[in-house]
């Protein structure tokens, strides 16, 4: 304990050089922890915006992810009820839900144009969608829908080629099961926006039932499990593959492509940036404590001279380092803190980004855990700072010490 109130001290003997380092090791904290809660919480939200577009994961015909098929349901799954209900048996298992994905054209009677279908269960497909769909005019699919009315939502950029309007009738043009066309009109029910241009330009919903009957099957394409926390996905998926090995599975990783992508990128730029502040503590650091053991050369000598070893001289210097990073970190987390909190009560949006329509907000979501490495990288950075500016002059003679001017 008195070394380290001797450390302290010897800090405070140049107060206006300890709070320049304070600062710069405090500023560098705040930076690393600002970028990284940033790119975490961009992490998470396109991992949950993947994991509620795809479900965490998706079972369906062993061949389907892997082959293509020669017709539309060619690898869909059969009887898919019972399967459906032995899943959501699982307690880990919040949502099942059965998907059509099927492709056609769709037509007012003077345009045309492709369409990427979805036909989907309205009862708990909108409910696991939450913000990352947004109805932009109308409403969502009846979950009473009349077999002789059919309904279809489009995305916004398909409704503006064809100047849809709610209430207004189209027609969906696919191949069935057997290789014929088959056509059936639909009413305009919502018109929604996934933020993403190319998937509004071709996206269509409509509910299971419509295009079960458009394609003449009873088949579904896949079922998406959305468990009740994400980070039981490969767990889960480990047991059930082991469990229903003769069906195809897949986890929401597998089709997230943008996440992926995004989180590669600010990887290295992030882990770029967060060298290069280290890198600055620690030169300031060891700025700093060489200063000091320069000015104090005369000093090492006088201690050494009555007694002290030279490792106990270079501790002394590296609690003084310590100090200055303990300190240093206290505020930058302070900081760092304080603008996650004012960032979450200000709400700021942040322009779409690059492919995108939607803007999104500002945030900073700063997990425990690197708070801790945080501190213990920076701590680090300083011990190895203090000690070798501080290990040649400790372990210099006792004369060359004391007659250094």
């Given at each position: 304990m008195k070394w380290l109130k001797l450390a302290i001290k010897n800090v405070l003997r140049n107060r206006r050089?300890?709070?320049v380092t304070i600062l710069i090791t405090a500023v560098g904290v705040a930076a690393i922890l600002i970028g990284g809660g940033f790119a975490n919480?961009?992490?998470?939200?396109?991992?949950?915006m993947a994991a509620r577009s795809s479900g965490h994961l998706i079972v369906a015909h062993k061949d389907y992810f892997?082959?293509?098929?020669?017709?539309p349901m060619e690898f869909g799954l059969n009887d898919f009820s019972s399967l459906a209900k032995k899943l959501k048996s699982d307690e880990d298992i919040r949502y099942v839900i059965p998907k059509v994905e099927f492709t056609g054209l769709i037509s007012n009677g003077e345009k045309s144009t492709i369409f990427m279908g979805s036909g989907v269960d309205p009862k708990y497909e909108f409910k696991v969608k939450g913000p990352f769909l947004t109805i932009d005019d109308g409403n969502i699919l009846s979950k009473r829908e009349k077999e002789n009315n059919p309904q279809v939502m489009l995305g916004k950029k398909m409704a503006k080629y064809f100047n849809a309007k709610i209430n207004d009738s189209l027609t969906l043009l696919s191949t069935t099961v057997d290789g014929s066309l088959n056509a059936i009109?639909?009413?305009?029910?919502?018109?929604?926006?996934?933020?993403?241009?190319?998937?509004?330009?071709?996206?269509?919903?409509v509910n299971i039932n419509t295009a079960q009957s458009l394609l003449s099957t009873d088949k579904i394409s896949n079922l998406a499990l959305h468990l009740r926390e994400t980070e039981a996905t490969?767990?889960?998926?480990?047991?059930?593959?082991?469990?229903?090995?003769?069906?195809g599975w897949q986890t929401w990783l597998d089709t997230a492509f943008f996440y992926v992508g995004v989180k590669e990128l600010y990887n290295r730029i992030f882990g770029l940036l967060g060298f290069i502040?280290?890198?600055?503590?620690?030169?300031?650091?060891?700025?700093?404590v060489n200063m000091s053991v320069v000015e104090r050369t005369r000093e090492i000598g006088t201690l050494r001279a009555i007694g002290t070893y030279s490792n106990e001289v270079t501790r002394n210097f590296v609690l003084e380092g310590l100090v200055i990073s303990f300190i240093g970190a206290s505020i930058g987390i302070s900081i760092a803190a304080l603008t996650s909190l004012g960032l979450s009560i200000a709400e700021i949006q942040m322009p779409?980004?690059?492919?995108?329509?939607?803007?999104?907000?500002?945030?900073?979501?700063?997990?425990?855990?690197l708070y801790l490495i945080t501190a213990a990288i920076v701590?680090?950075?300083?011990?190895?700072a203090s000690w070798l500016s501080s290990y040649k002059a400790s372990n210099k003679s006792i004369v060359g010490a004391l007659s250094h001017v």
């Open positions: 050089r300890a709070l919480f961009t992490y998470v939200s396109l991992k949950e892997d082959k293509e098929e020669s017709v009109d639909v009413t305009v029910q919502g018109i929604f926006s996934t933020g993403i241009p190319e998937l509004d330009k071709r996206s269509i919903l490969f767990s889960k998926y480990n047991k059930l593959t082991r469990e229903y090995a003769d069906l502040i280290i890198m600055m503590v620690f030169f300031s650091i060891y700025n700093t779409p980004p690059p492919g995108r329509t939607s803007s999104y907000p500002l945030a900073v979501d700063i997990p425990v855990n701590t680090v950075v300083c011990i190895i």
